[in-house]
């Protein structure tokens, strides 16, 4: 006879069995996990699920002129900041050694800043940049455009307000609206 016939216990493999219903701690625990895992910011650092969930967007106008950088690609990064002594030190970089020290930097503060990087060529129709902005206490913005010829070209933004960019052929001009 089978064990449902008998109404007796059929020797089921442990794994198999139902075991006991999950603790409140344990789903607690998991839920944390699941929404902390689905929160990145751009920079790949996990932000906290709070932060998530109340952003903002900058937008960000780009126009590239035709002799933008003397006929070459730029590159421009837009960097929102978290910490107001690095803010203060980016300020005081020119782009030139911003794009050099950008991978250090990233490693000595990982979770001080954001970077949205662009590459735009002369004459290239840019859509409306959106950049999403979490929650967070941002100090401020600072963008750098890598131009081959020398100068500073670094501007601060400020990210409450949208963005006008132009890329001319030796600098830029940025303005808050």
Known sequence: MRAWQTGGRADFPRSLERSRPASFSSILWVSIYVVCSACQSSSGAVTSGLDSLVTEHLSVEVRATS???????VAVDLVVVYDEALLKQLL???????????????????????????EWVPGQRVPMQRVRLLARRSKG???????????????????RKPVRLTLDDTTFLMTNR
Do not use: C
Not at 67 to 73: E, S, V
Not at 100 to 112: G, K, M, T, V, Y
């Open 67 to 73: 002799d933008m950088n003397q006929g070459n690609p």
């Open 92 to 118: 005081g970089l020119s782009a030139k050694d911003w794009f050099a020290q950008r991978e250090q930097l990233r490693q000595d503060f990982p979770n001080l800043f954001d970077i949205w990087a662009w």
């Open 141 to 159: 913005g600072v963008l750098f455009a890598n131009y081959s010829l020398p100068g500073t070209h670094r501007a601060r933004v400020d990210l």
